[in-house]
């Protein structure tokens, strides 16, 4: 029987972070994933032609670049681990049907005069409203790669200061609530509504206004792309684990946690085999996958297992193009917009609205595709002169006519579609430029990885009765479990999905409960 002092279940990026800093302190960590690679949706594949390297899920790494994991390199992923970011720019294009774009560069003037050519008023205002931002975001910006305070005592905090007050506003608000209370084009309303429901919920659902607090870190931080792929953060983390003793054990789905008088003991693999873990484990998987298939309802509190169960799941998910191209792409806005890292292709704010309430009613459509070609900042990702494309939209889980298992007839209708849409404004996506494609739909996403409930790869929707500590449930928000020694992190856990690199906030709590000092591994 293997034995090690922590087990972690789940070798996604938060996962592995979490063990990084466990293996830096000394701490004898065993990570398990169910895969044949490490990163969850932090991955790169070749998944048609050779050569070709995709992002399998995440692309662009924002959020984590305010982390002290990377900006201080706490654990030398960059200077001893090969991590290496390229910040390309232009980093956004929003393309219109008039074929005129917005784009959004590092410099926050830069972007202004891009907006100015719609409103000379709202060019004059986004520097303010940046700096806005900014101010609130710091009444927060301690929380967000640390373990969250209760809410209700957070809110008592927010409420007992003037920005505080303002912060509360505006998480209490819709994205479009303050996209309408700043901006008079339809432009710019358009632009922060579309990133706000990159959350997958959309940016009329109160609790939405905290995406405004991305929009320092556009300027502050920048897109940034890991070279080789997204998925070179986690094998970074993975060298680094590895390096510091660890074990990462792949192909290794955990069956059940092992329970003994109400204390985590261990895991049992699929295959029957248990791994012991004397002090501690940490779950990186979906909540409801812990609580609602890895333990026992007599194993937790009475009513436990029916509160997870009602988790509420993103309002939309994704589908996914991977599409090999022959030459780049070049579009009828310009050369700016063929080297944007980032392109959304967007109708104007009442068609986006309505086709985020189609959502709602499991109806799709392909009016919303974002185009990311990270072969052209980064030409690792493909053959010389060649391209890989990220080829995104949002679309209903369960679909109106068919449910969910309708997805295997209609993908590639829907791929189609969006390839149609764009070719309104590129003028070279044509059949003969596109050398191989891949789709893999919200469905495809699900059986891929069970993590990804109904494709939702967050795990569970950013609604604000499931963010901060309420994630991913009141009460629960410090990363512990009914369970004794038994642990959580990752997208169902605060800060959340996305490419945060939340499992440092998750483990300083594990690290305190094992008389780790969080400060000294840092330190070293």
């Known amino acids: 029987m293997e034995k090690h002092d922590v087990v972690v279940i789940g070798a996604g990026h938060n996962g592995l972070t979490v063990g990084a800093y466990l293996a830096k302190a000394g701490v004898d960590v065993c990570v398990l994933e169910r895969l044949d690679q490490v990163g969850g949706g932090v991955i790169t594949r070749e998944l048609n032609l050779p050569g070709f390297k995709y992002d399998w899920c995440s692309t662009m790494h924002i959020m984590i670049q305010a982390n002290p994991m990377i900006h201080r390199d706490e ?31 590092r410099d926050v003037d830069k972007t202004a005069q891009s907006i100015a050519q719609f409103s000379k008023k709202d060019a004059a205002i986004y520097p303010k409203f940046v700096e806005y931002c900014r101010k609130l975001s710091k009444v927060a910006a301690v929380a967000t790669f640390s373990p969250p305070i209760p809410f209700g005592r957070m809110m008592s905090l927010l409420d007992s200061s003037e920005d505080g007050r303002e912060f509360m506003r505006v998480i209490l608000s819709s994205s479009l609530d303050i996209a309408f209370e700043w901006f008079e084009s339809d432009q710019m309303r358009t632009l922060f509504s579309r990133y706000a429901a990159e959350g997958m919920v959309g940016p009329s659902e109160k609790g939405t206004g905290n995406a405004a607090f991305m929009f320092p870190l556009f300027h502050s931080w920048g897109f940034a792309m ?6 070179e953060l986690s094998e970074s983390l993975a060298r680094c684990i590895r390096d510091h003793k660890g074990t990462i054990k792949v192909n290794s789905p955990v069956k059940t946690v092992i329970v003994e008088n109400g204390e985590a003991k261990g895991v049992r693999l699929e295959n029957g085999e248990e791994i012991m873990a004397t002090r501690a484990i940490v779950s990186n998987l979906n909540v409801k996958q812990l609580f609602l298939q890895l333990l026992k309802p007599d194993e937790l509190p009475a009513g436990f297992p029916d509160k997870v169960g009602k988790l509420k799941q993103a309002t939309f998910v994704p589908i996914n193009i991977f599409i090999a191209l022959n030459e780049q792409l070049h579009y009828k806005a310009g050369k700016e917009v063929d080297n944007a890292a980032v392109v959304e292709i967007n109708p104007f704010l009442d068609r986006s609205l309505q086709a985020y309430e189609e959502y709602t009613h499991g109806i799709p459509n392909w009016d919303l595709p974002l185009v990311s070609p990270a072969s052209v900042a980064d030409p690792t990702r493909a053959p010389k002169g060649k391209h890989a494309l990220y080829f995104y939209h949002f679309e209903p889980y369960n679909l109106k006519d068919g449910g969910p298992q309708a997805w295997d007839k209609i993908k590639d209708k829907v791929a189609d579609g969006m390839i149609e849409v764009s070719r309104r404004h590129i003028t070279n996506f044509t059949d003969s430029n596109i050398l191989a494609r891949t789709v893999f739909s919200p469905l495809d996403y699900e059986r891929h990885n069970p993590s990804f409930i109904t494709g939702d790869f967050l795990h569970i929707g950013i609604f604000l009765d499931q963010l901060f500590a309420n994630r991913p449930m009141p009460g629960w928000g410090q990363y512990k479990t009914p369970i004794k020694k038994l642990y959580m992190c990752g997208a169902s856990t605060h800060p959340g999905g996305g490419v945060t690199g939340g499992g440092r906030a998750a483990v300083q709590v594990v690290m305190e409960d094992l008389k780790i000092d969080f400060k000294k591994v840092i330190s070293k």
């Open 75 to 105: 654990l030398e992923l960059k200077a001893k681990y090969g991590l290496k970011y390229i910040y390309p720019e232009p980093q956004l294009a929003m393309v219109f049907p008039d074929d005129r774009a917005l784009i959004v560069y």
């Open 226 to 231: 890991p070279e080789g792929g997204s998925g």
